[in-house]
């Protein structure tokens, strides 16, 4: 009965780290889910003869492009994190059993 339950705990856990757009099953993620970046992108010049206008807008697109960099990046690193936590449950449920 009790390797049951870990077997279901294991094959849940292998159920839900498959790539796809719609998970079935539990979350301890609040109802809004995981949180947008904050990364604001920026608008075209409209003028883009106006050559003070396009080097903002480049300044603008590079500064864009480092923070969703940073944000999947960080979103990487959750991941892994939530990974461990998921395997040293595993592992201490293996123990105990």
Known sequence: MKYSKILSVIGLL???TSASAYVVGGSNLDFLGYPKPECMKPTKPYDL?????VMDYNSDIK????????????ADNDIERIQEAANDLIKEAKRDY
């Open 49 to 53: 003869s106006n050559e003070y206008a």
């Open 14 to 16: 292998a159920i839900s």
């Open 63 to 74: 500064q864009y492009i480092q923070c969703v960099k940073t944000y999947i990046e960080n």
